[in-house]
């Protein structure tokens, strides 16, 4: 199983650009890889997701190098409003296959200062 | 409207007793799910439930069970409650025909077992 690997925290400052790396040395080929923001008492929302190279939407960027043993979350210009828990997901949906390989990180809380 | 309700939002009980609660979806997605939020924040499935087939984490106890009247409804009961099922719990939802990650979680029921 793929298991996930972030940083438990991490600071910045309204403006500027957070980028938050996620392991998964054991990545699956069948395996995509999402990322989650969840706030306080929230249900976790989904941000973006990828399989390989660079995939880019209008909240944020994914970039996972040709091995997809990492992954990096990258937020461009930062806000208050983007203090929340980021969590990254490796697995295969939909459950035709063992529920268990859905598997989310411990998440890394960022905390965003005036 | 709410794309994926759960009630309650609040669940207080004492052990030993049995408690439902309620998922309900209105994206037309085929495929649910129920996760597990632990107080360390740790987000875990626990069942999938793609068109009446039923995947279920092993590791969750067979007090636990998932009953789905229709598609755009999957329900979880737990008998005999016990201390450590206090959890926050997330029903979740993905159209069948997409691969990797991309769910909808709901709002999250708190169970407090006393």
């Known amino acids: 199983l793929a298991k996930t690997t972030q940083p438990i925290s991490m600071d910045s400052y309204e403006g500027q650009e957070v980028n938050i790396t996620c392991s998964h040395n054991n990545i699956a080929t069948n395996d995509y890889i999402t990322w989650y923001q969840q706030f306080p008492s929230q249900g976790p929302r989904f941000i973006i997701q990828?399989?390989?190279t660079k995939v880019t939407n209008e909240v944020a960027s994914l970039f996972i190098p040709a091995d997809r043993k990492s992954s990096t979350l990258s937020l461009p210009r930062v806000s208050l409003s983007d203090t929340a828990v980021y969590y990254c997901l490796v697995g295969d949906l939909p459950g035709y296959s063992s529920a268990s390989k859905i598997i989310f990180g411990s998440g890394t809380r960022l905390s965003i200062r005036p | 409207d709410t794309a994926v309700s759960q009630t309650p939002k609040y669940l207080v009980t004492q052990m030993g007793n049995d408690k439902s609660i309620k998922c309900e979806q209105n994206?037309?997605?085929?495929?649910m799910y129920w996760y597990k939020q632990d107080s360390k924040k740790f987000l875990k499935i626990m069942f999938s439930y793609n068109n009446k087939e039923l995947i279920i984490n092993e590791t969750v106890p067979n007090r636990f069970s998932p009953k789905s009247p229709d598609k755009a409804h999957l329900n979880l009961h737990i008998n005999s409650l016990e201390l450590g099922d206090s959890a926050v719990y997330f029903c979740?939802?993905?159209?069948?025909?997409?691969?990797?990650?991309?769910?909808?979680f709901g709002p999250g029921t708190r169970l407090t077992v006393t």
């Open positions: 979740a939802s993905s159209p069948a025909e997409m691969k990797g990650g991309e769910q909808y």
């Open positions: 994206l037309g997605h085929d495929t």
């Open positions: 990828g399989y390989k």
